[in-house]
């Protein structure tokens, strides 16, 4: 799915692609972005959910995450961490996050990632995150730099939603 979210003044969660993933907007609002508009967030609780879909079985093949997000404020500590996209639901399933001392990851927080070096992300900046899986291989990009990459297992099959947003660990 792709989901532009919106024009700067309506915060939409509708999916640009024939697969009409569309979302449900729970908590964030409409602000100015990086291209046309953009959604805020609270870095708490604030998300958008949208339904389980094959689509984005990236257990089963390759596939691209990527997200565009503006750091207001870290996480309070270097183990704490703000959730950029996950099928997570308070169960061990995948997340792509950025940690408190400014490390990016993704794979299952804590326990089996795939981490960037500290000082990656800092606060008062905005960044494009991609995530890459390709013949095995996952790849970490903020601003097209290669920050981590690994062959570890990082993905997981889930029912859960897709969410943009929404975790802090």
Known sequence: ????????????????????????????????????GAGSFDGIDDYISISDSN?????????????WFYVDTMPATAVDAGGLVSQIDNDQNWVVYYY?????????AGVNEIVSAAGVVSSGQGYNAVVVKSAGITTLYVNAANVASDTMAVWTDSSNPLLIGGHTY
């Open 100 to 108: 408190g001392d400014g490390r990016i990851a993704t794979g299952i």
């Open 55 to 67: 689509s984005w079985n990236i257990t089963a093949s390759d596939g691209t995450i990527s997200a």
């Open 1 to 36: 799915g792709v989901w532009h979210l919106s024009d700067g003044t309506t915060l939409g969660a509708n999916d640009s692609t024939a697969n009409a993933n569309n979302g449900l907007i729970l908590g964030p609002i409409a602000t100015a972005g990086q291209i046309n």
